[in-house]
C-alpha cells in the first residue's frame, strides 16, 4: 500500500506477526493525515513496526498520530515500535517525550526484510 504526494509517501509491508510502515518525506499538517491513514490501515498484528529512517522532519501533528497509533495498538494487544529515526526526528522523540512511551530501535539492514530506501 502507498500513499503518494509531492513530499511524502508510505508503503507498508504486511507479514505474519509484524507490519512494517516506511514513511519518506515530512510529516507535518499538510501531510500527517496521509500519514494517520496509513498507521491505522495497517491490519491487526502483534507488531506495528514503523521505520523512521525516510523521514526528515516530525511536527507536533505527526508526534499525536503516533501517540493516538500507540494508544490504539496497545487496546489491541500490540506493539507499536519506531525503528532508525533520522538524528532530528530523534531528537523530537527526545524532546517530546515519546522515546519513553514507544519502543525506539536502531535495526541491522543486513537482517531488515524491507528497508524505506528500497521502497
Do not use: K, Y
Amino acid at each position: 500500500m502507498g500513499h503518494t504526494g509531492d513530499r511524502f509517501h508510505v508503503t507498508m509491508d504486511v507479514h505474519d506477526h509484524v507490519v512494517e510502515l516506511c514513511p519518506v518525506g515530512e510529516i507535518d499538517i499538510a501531510t500527517v493525515a496521509a500519514f494517520r491513514a496509513a498507521l491505522w490501515a495497517a491490519p491487526a498484528r502483534p507488531v506495528l513496526r514503523v521505520d523512521l529512517s525516510g523521514v526528515r522532519l516530525l511536527s507536533a501533528a505527526g508526534v499525536r498520530a503516533l501517540v493516538a497509533t500507540h494508544l490504539r495498538v496497545r487496546a489491541r494487544g500490540g506493539e507499536l515500535v519506531l525503528v532508525d529515526p533520522d538524528p532530528v526526528v530523534a531528537r523530537v522523540l527526545r524532546v517530546t517525550g515519546l522515546q519513553r512511551v514507544l519502543p525506539v530501535r536502531r535495526s541491522d539492514r543486513s537482517r531488515e526484510l524491507v528497508t524505506c530506501a528500497a521502497a
